[in-house]
């Protein structure tokens, strides 16, 4: 493995300015000390606040075809460190470097995908009911984008959102998870490569503070959630925070996009081509160790398969291997940390109470680690979808529940507070279309015949109900990060007024 000092430089990362005694980081890996960084107080993310909005206010009057060139050049320089900052997410995430280099990957779509929308930012012409008249709306820039990420996406969350925030004229402040803030320095590093091109082309024009990162705790998330100067705020993490920082903004009328916990279900129907409904499941419910907010977490499997089924994935349980993130042939890598271990430990005593069947689960030493959290993923049989079921466990576990009616599948997919991801596996085309259907799966996201995880950028992303209902990335997700006006003009010599009011006078 290239030496962690060499990594750094070679990302340009220098953390002399961030150096102190705050907060240590450490890979979850090995749980060896990577960092030790000072956090930001509330008043330097108050500051950071009101350099943003500046920034906002000289970046809005540059045409968004000219900012998205600054996100065309962000988007070469990730394409430039791609390897470097994947093995970096790797090293501080704990997920394998195939999902750690994929996430680079997805920052590298996100940015394509905005440097396109940079020139399609179009509002509709409307048809007025008055001669003469002509409607349109234009999309304006909003003002300053907070965006509060989580450790199991520790740079593609901020890109998503970034690389939309910067198109559509806005400056960005990010608060990432005190988990993961190594990975948050080195993005500010490679944005500021970027930057200083984009500035040699055009002097002048790129204000400093465009974006911002904030290293600390969850004080700075409550600020940028109090700030009224933050104009939107976009969250991704548990329910819990999410419930906080919606209220926050509220009440100050501000806008928040939500992006909260999911507890995914797949329904495995009698007609499904299970080998590649096998794959499905194993890489939803165990890749990045159970830690997406994708997850496959619960599995519907009709009885006429059902024992079929289990035991295959029990088959893949037992060989999946679970080791060091940086091999080329682990499958699992370690939980982020001895919290989510013994959350995970926790959920599974409960399912036991509950009448579950537990397989896997167990600890597993990784190189004689005692620091770091490796775990073998857990089947659990449940007999029927009990409180536990219902809880988002951030961990490798998948609860598998027998059904016999089509209808009954789908109300125990929709049964949960959460609404982010599900699937089905089915060949018979009524089933399909029946899942996606109003009357189908109530999350965000239903696919057929693939997986609960993994989705692609051009989609837009989110959930329902408990998940917060924000849609990110893809689609008319840039929406949210502009202001809509609607304008009238009259281009006739008389004033009728609209519903055919008379105001003579
Ligand atoms: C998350 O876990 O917060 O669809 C996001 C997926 C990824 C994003 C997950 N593209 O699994």
Redesign the pocket.
Known sequence: MMHISTLFSKLGLDFAAQAGDDLQVRSPRDGAAIASLQTHTVQEAETAIQNAHQAFEKWRSVPAPVRGELVRLLGEVLRENREQLGTLVTLESGKILSEGIGEVQ?MIDICDFAVGLSRQLYGLTIASERAGHRMMESWHPLGVVGVIS?F??PV??WCWNSALALVCGNAVVWKPSEKTPITALAVQALFEQAAARFSEQRPDLLPKHLSQVLIGRADLGETLARSPKVALLSA?GSVRMGRKVATVVAERLGRSLL?LGGNNGMIIAPSADLSLALRAITFSAVGTAGQ???SLRRLFVHSSIYDEVVSSIERVYASVKVGDPLNADTLVGPLVDQHAFDAMQSALAQAKAEGGTVTGGERVSVNGDSNAFYVRPALVRMPQQSAIVHHETFAPILYVLRYDQFDDAIRLNNAVPQGLSSAIFTNDVREAEAFMAATGSDCGLANVNIGT???EIGGA?GGEKDTGGGRESGSDAWKNYMRRATNTINYSRTLPLAQGVKFDI
Do not use: D, L, M
Request: net charge negative.
């Open positions: 997805e989580a199991n996406f593609a969350v991704t992006e997406r907010c994708t995880s993994g989705a992303f």
